[in-house]
């Protein structure tokens, strides 16, 4: 009996630090999905306001656009978008609000929507 409980508690503590982890990684982000670009793409850059904020799908609308805050591939490397703060640090999504001046860093995709290297607030 007392195995079965000792087995029970290391169980969940393995899965809550599976957890905790996949959260820390993320910035408390979810992905819905990932992205690949191409490595010959060229990456853009757009400074405007945030016109809108979808935190529970992770994206922005800026300058009339969808930004993608999200893991992608460009080539065979592994990306992730920074956020940024005003003096470059790293910051969270729940920090940027409607009507807040941003520089996006990106690759405009086909459908005219934006996978973001980087969103720095101004």
């Known amino acids: 009996m007392r195995q079965k409980i000792t087995f029970k508690i ?8 599976a957890l905790f982890t996949v959260l820390f990684l993320t910035n408390g982000t979810v992905f819905a999905e990932i992205f690949f ?36 591939r460009v080539g065979n ?12 640090g790293k910051t969270k999504l729940v920090t940027l609000i409607k009507g807040q001046r941003v520089l996006v860093k990106g690759y405009l995709m086909e459908n005219d929507e934006i996978v973001a290297l980087s969103v720095q607030q101004k």
Not at 10 to 17: A, E, G, P, R, T
Not at 44 to 49: G, V, Y
């Open 37 to 72: 670009i191409s490595k010959d793409k060229a990456p853009i850059e757009i400074e405007s306001i945030v016109m809108a904020i979808n935190r529970e799908q992770s994206f922005i609308i800026v300058a009339e656009k969808m930004v993608h805050i999200t893991q992608f």
């Open 77 to 88: 490397q592994n990306h992730k978008t920074m956020l940024l703060n005003y003096g470059g």
């Open 10 to 17: 290391k169980m969940l503590f393995f899965i809550s630090v």
